[in-house]
Every structure is written in structure tokens, then in C-alpha cells.
């Protein structure tokens, strides 16, 4: 009978010993996997720190380009700080293209923004709609509007375009 006490106290000294080397080593493989947790987590916080600086500076520079630019701009425009560029006139051109049968387009294909614009609807036909009236037309771009001859009112030869620091209207010729 006493061989069989020992045996048993035996298996419970074998069944404690693996409890115990189970928790450690699920202990240690919970520390490893905190330990690669925390270099990640070191490792994004790198790259965000990072990204933040390329950032920083890629404003930096876009500033710096922006100041220069105004400096450039004031410079050959002989402005003072603070006051906007005014473009001159003859830096706004104008061109009438034909879109479809009674569209038109007004396009400046000069090289600075025209503010005001307007068509003079004195002497166009009876049919028109959307003519400008105080639009802004950036360089290559066009507003579009309806022009349509009628028995009453053939169309014009030319329109007659304004805008702000254009000085006088200018004549646009109407094409075929």
C-alpha cells in the first residue's frame, strides 16, 4: 500500500510540475506577443512621425513657391503688397466659337481671368438666351450661350463683349 501512495503523490507532483510549465510558457508567449504588439505599435508611430515631417515640409516649400510667386508677380506687375494683380486688357482676348446650330460659346483665350463679363444685347437677334451678364472666364475657359436668327432679326455680324478693367466693349465677330 505504500508503494501506491507514493505513486500517486507522484502523478500529482508530475500534473503540477506540466501545470506549471504550461503557464509559463503561455506566460512567455503572451510576453512575446505583447513585446512584438509594443515594436509594432513603435514602429507605426515612426512612420506617422515621419509622414507628419514630410508634410511639414512639403508645406514649407508649397509656402516658400507661393511667396515667391507673389514676389515675381509683384515685381513684374509693379503692384505693392496686399493690392490684387489687375490684369491689363490687352491680356484678355476673346473668340466666338459655334456649338451646334443656335449655341455659342464666348472663350477668352487670353492669358489672365476676365471678372464682369457681359454680351451687350443691344444689337443682338430677338432669340437669345444666357447671355453673360457679369461672369468670370478664366484663360481658356467659355460661357455659353443661344443666339438664333429669325425672319424679324437676322444674326449679327459681330457681339459686343465688356468686362471689368477691360475699358471700352470690344467687337467679337460672329462665325458662319
Known sequence: MVNMAVEAGDAATWAS?????????????QSRKM???????????REA???????????????????QMLEQLIATHGLEPGSPPQPSPSSIQWALER???????????GSDTATGVRVDPSNMPS???????????????S???????????????????????????????VPN
Request: aromatic share 6%; hydrophobic share 45%; proline share 5%.
Open 17 to 29: 510540475t506540466l501545470v506549471a510549465v504550461l503557464v509559463a510558457v503561455t506566460a512567455w508567449l
Open 35 to 45: 513585446k512584438g504588439e509594443q515594436e509594432e505599435q513603435a514602429r507605426v508611430q
Open 49 to 67: 512621425t515621419e509622414l507628419a515631417h514630410r508634410q511639414t515640409e512639403a508645406a514649407e516649400r508649397r509656402a516658400f513657391a507661393v511667396e
Open 99 to 109: 456649338r451646334g446650330e443656335h449655341v455659342y460659346l464666348l472663350r477668352n483665350v
Open 127 to 141: 432669340i437669345t438666351s444666357n447671355l453673360p451678364e457679369d461672369a468670370v472666364v478664366r484663360p481658356g475657359e
Open 143 to 173: 460661357v455659353e450661350f443661344l443666339m438664333a436668327a429669325s425672319l424679324a432679326t437676322p444674326l449679327p455680324g459681330e457681339i459686343w463683349v465688356s468686362w471689368s478693367l477691360g475699358g471700352n466693349p470690344v467687337a467679337v465677330s
